[in-house]
T-cell receptor, first 112, second 115 residues
Framework: LAKTTQPISMDSYEGQEVNITCSHN???????ITWYQQFPSQGPRFIIQ???TKVTNEVASLFIPADRKSSTLSLPRVSLSDTAVYYC?????????????FGDGTTLTVKP | GAGVSQSPRYKVAKRGQDVALRCDPI?????LFWYQQALGQGPEFLTY????????KSGLPSDRFFAERPEGSVSTLKIQRTQQEDSAVYLC?????????????FGPGTRLTVL
């Protein structure tokens, strides 16, 4: 299973861009990279997913270098409501016994 | 539309009691996952169902943990003879497909406290 490493915590201010990097040196060829956001007392919520290069949606961008051994979640112009735990997830589940491994996540605190 | 629901939201059990946690996935979702999340940690995989078939139960921590999904929709996670170390949030997730990249939709979790 691909193990992921993320910073434990990050602080930012409203309106800034936040970049959270995840290391996944043992990523497999078929693995995708998915980021989830979790607020207290809620289940994780999908943010963005990618396989290589760059992916952008209405809330975030995901940058993946060519070797795919790391990825960076970019949140533009964060607000207080972006304070949450962010998980980098590599892999997924298939019938060949691959399963997703969540790390301990990065606690992002956005300050006014 | 309705998301994944779980019940009860909170459960307090005395050590040694049996508990049953229910998950109602999004209608039509074939894949269903159970996770255990300890305080301050990320979700840990417990088991996976594809329709009614339990294809992976390698994450279940002991034989006191049992999960079922008899009709391929609602799932129940049962914990027998609960121990204090079982205290955690139990999350259920479902997805519409079978592929590794399919998005998982999570319920709010059941917070189990074993006294």
């Amino acid at each position: 299973l691909a193990k992921t490493t993320q910073p434990i915590s990050m602080d930012s201010y409203e309106g800034q861009e936040v970049n959270i990097t995840c290391s996944h040196n043992n990523i497999a060829t078929n693995d995708y990279i998915t980021w989830y956001q979790q607020f207290p007392s809620q289940g994780p919520r999908f943010i963005i997913q990618g396989y290589k290069t760059k992916v952008t949606n209405e809330v975030a961008s995901l940058f993946i270098p060519a070797d795919r051994k790391s990825s960076t979640l970019s949140l533009p112009r964060v607000s207080l409501s972006d304070t949450a735990v962010y998980y980098c997830l590599v892999g997924g589940y298939n019938t060949n016994a691959g399963k997703s491994t969540f790390g301990d996540g990065t606690t992002l605190t956005v300050k006014p | 539309g309705a998301g994944v629901s779980q019940s009860p939201r909170y459960k307090v059990a005395k050590r040694g009691q049996d508990v049953a946690l229910r998950c109602d996935p999004i209608s039509g979702h074939v894949s269903l996952f159970w996770y255990q999340q300890a305080l301050g940690q990320g979700p840990e995989f417990l088991t996976y169902f594809q329709n009614e078939a339990q294809l992976d139960k390698s994450g279940l921590p002991s034989d006191r943990f049992f999960a079922e999904r008899p009709e391929g929709s609602v799932s129940t996670l049962k914990i027998q003879r609960t121990q204090q170390e079982d205290s955690a949030v139990y999350l259920c997730a479902s997805s519409s497909g079978l592929a590794t990249q399919d998005t998982q939709y999570f319920g709010p979790g059941t917070r189990l406290t074993v006294l």
